[in-house]
């Protein structure tokens, strides 16, 4: 079987989220082309020198590489059936930077400058619920729940299912952007309709690649010494719920995490001041 045919095959009963899929279909054909040599007979030496010339004569940053690591880690172990040894072609290692987190403010200014009052829902939806932008694209009717405060995520990035918290003022919002939509279009919401439902694409409803667009436009008009992505507002959230004074492991559970590790970066970002926490020479010392 034809190398690529039978990754698509493999990538499809993978388990992985589209967007890795389609990241790893793009890292690996850009490898094959690079590497102009027949598949079966690529070598680990191949894939460290790829790998060096991406980091060095491309100056690719430490991540980026470390992606197309991932993604033809995948294709010699699993397409070609080969052995790959780490140590052979290791993770490039170096600063890890910490996510950029707005103020509670902050947030409210920046979701207020999208350009249209759904994506303004669909922001606040993300900040308050501490979601993914896959996850709340595809969040239904019946997937608020407003007895218990909860939203469902049905598939999370790991593939698992949990509850993530349910705003009051969120639901007020996705409230009255079911009104106005049937009141724009004459649609009456089913619990298995999608509350961000679109006619433009197979889906059925609004895509993350319309959302990151929409976000990157506004960071570039207006606030272009800013480092925002639709994932800051899961940041934020996570950074805010703690200085409130939400136990890391509570928070990890709403994020849907499966390591402490993720959620303990957060520690690091939050004010000492909000979580009133002091120095000690700020205490009671004796003279």
Not at 53 to 68: A, H, M, S, W
Not at 239 to 256: C, N, P, S, V
Not at 258 to 286: C, E, R
Request: hydrophobic fraction near 35%; charged fraction near 30%; include cysteine.
């Amino acid at each position: 079987m034809e190398p690529l045919i039978k990754l698509q095959k493999c990538l499809e009963m993978s388990g992985l989220k589209d967007e890795t899929c389609e990241g790893y279909t793009y890292k690996i054909k850009s490898f094959l082309n690079i590497i102009d040599k027949e598949a079966n007979k690529i070598t680990l030496d191949d894939v460290l020198e790829f790998l060096r010339e991406l980091r060095y004569k491309k100056e690719y940053c430490i991540g980026t590489v470390n992606g197309y690591r991932n993604a033809i880690k995948y294709f010699y172990e699993v397409v070609l059936e080969k052995r790959w040894i780490n140590k052979k072609v290791p993770r490039l290692k170096g600063y890890n930077p910490l996510p950029s987190v707005l103020s509670k403010d902050e947030v409210i200014e920046f979701i207020e400058l999208m350009p249209k009052e759904v994506y303004k829902v669909i922001l606040y939806t993300m900040y308050s619920s501490g979601l993914r932008v896959g996850e709340v694209v595809e969040l239904k009717v019946k997937d608020i729940d407003s007895k218990r405060m909860q939203v469902y995520i049905a598939k999370s990035k790991n593939g698992s299912a949990r509850y993530a918290i349910l705003s009051q003022r969120c639901l007020k919002m996705l409230r009255y952007h079911v009104l106005q939509y049937r009141k724009r279009y004459g649609y009456t919401f089913l619990p298995d309709d999608y509350l961000f439902p679109s006619n433009r694409n197979n889906s059925g409803h609004i895509t993350k690649k319309t959302i990151k667009n929409n976000i990157t436009k506004v960071v570039d008009k207006y606030l272009s010494k800013t480092r925002i992505t639709s994932h800051t507002l899961r940041h934020s959230f996570a950074t805010h719920m703690l200085e409130a004074g939400a136990d890391i492991f509570q928070i990890k559970e709403l994020l849907g995490h499966k390591s402490i590790q993720s959620t303990n970066v957060y520690l690091h970002i939050a004010s000492p001041a909000l979580m009133n926490i002091k120095s000690p020479f700020d205490g009671d010392m004796k003279s």
